[in-house]
């Protein structure tokens, strides 16, 4: 039985590490801290609420004195920090939330990591810490040795956090491990990201806004996939160490939005090339070869089956996602889309 303190639960990755660890190791508690930004949604949480060895605190990363409260009560055994702004546009727009969460934020939760004591700190990290790849060297893929190199402020928040985990490691000893994945899809992923955007967009019938000219590359992992690797690096990742996760599944943007667009039986019509993002990272391509070789995991889901699976969740949870886009959402929707 361990206590696993994890921040951002109520947000997409998190909550969906949190039903994987519900289901996989049953009689661990499971400690959740979010402050419930606009990314948060606390009835993404519901079921796991339900169950008796789960608890939710509503608070900030960077909160010290609350956070030190938290570790104070719950004693934890192992930390894993999800919590981020993790939205690149965003991070365009208004950089300094992105620092305080994303650095600040990761500097509280080691400083009571090591006031208290665990036995592993695990940092989310993300592949966009390694910049990005051109597209014509198709052999070319980030390891864990590609030289930090970063493009957005979210990346150079993250890119910071990840030295900073580091330096605890080396200067405090504080048993640290950090991942850095590829782009995750699948249930509950706020719609301001490309694949839940297109979905919400598609089935209502409105413009599918394509940046550039929609030849941009990312690497997509089912979400669960992810989760999987988080749960095999706090058990058996050596300490000190960075693992890479990705599941060799490259695409182009527009290739994505297509397939969206023929899964829900809507026109590529509405599909429509707006100005470029700023800085716009061109090709993310990892190399997975050392999760697999030392801890020996391997993606379970393929793209095909995982992107069906994933607009059909959006299809059967109209009301999670329709909630989200009302109210403020629209706000955002129209600063950041309006006139593009
Ligand atoms: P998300 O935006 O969906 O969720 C972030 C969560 O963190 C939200 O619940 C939010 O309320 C919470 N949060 C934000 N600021 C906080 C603060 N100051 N204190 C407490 N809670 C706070 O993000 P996501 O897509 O689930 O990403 C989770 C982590 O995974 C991030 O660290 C991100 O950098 C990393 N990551 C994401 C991807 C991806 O494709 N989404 C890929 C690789 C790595
Ligand atoms: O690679 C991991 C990263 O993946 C994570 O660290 C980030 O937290 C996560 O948000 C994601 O970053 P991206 O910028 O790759 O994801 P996003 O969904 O915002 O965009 C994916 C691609 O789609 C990117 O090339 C931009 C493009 N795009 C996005 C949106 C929202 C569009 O063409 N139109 C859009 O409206």
Known sequence: MKKILITGGAGFIGANFIYYMQDRHPDYRLICVDSLTYAGNMSTLEKAMAKDNFVFYRTDICDRQA?????????????????????????????????????????VMMDAARKYGVERYHQVSTDEVYGDLPLDRPD???????PITTSSPYSSSKAAADLLVQAYHRTYGLPVTISRCSNNYG?????????PLMIANALAEKPLPVYGEG???RDWLYVEDHCKAIDM???????????????????????????ICKALGKSEDLITYVTDRKGHDMRYAIDP???????????????????QKTIQWYLDNRPWWEQIISGEYMDYYEKMYGDR
């Open 233 to 259: 690096i706090i058990h058996d990742g050596v300490v000190g160490e960075v693992y890479n996760i990705g599941g060799h599944n490259e695409m182009k943007n527009i290739d994505i939005v297509k397939i």
């Open 289 to 307: 070869e050392k999760i697999h070789r030392e801890l020996g995991w391997l993606p379970d889901t393929m793209f095909a089956d995982g992107i």
């Open 215 to 217: 030849l941009n590359v």
């Open 187 to 195: 249930p509950y992923q706020f719609p301001e990201k490309l694949i």
């Open 140 to 146: 070319l893929f980030f390891t864990e040795e590609t």
């Open 67 to 107: 956070i030190y409260e938290i570790f104070e009560k719950e004693q934890p055994d192992i930390v894993v920090n999800f919590a981020a702004e993790s939205h690149v546009d965003r991070s365009i727009e208004n950089p300094e939330v992105f620092l305080d969460t994303n650095i600040k934020g990761t500097m």
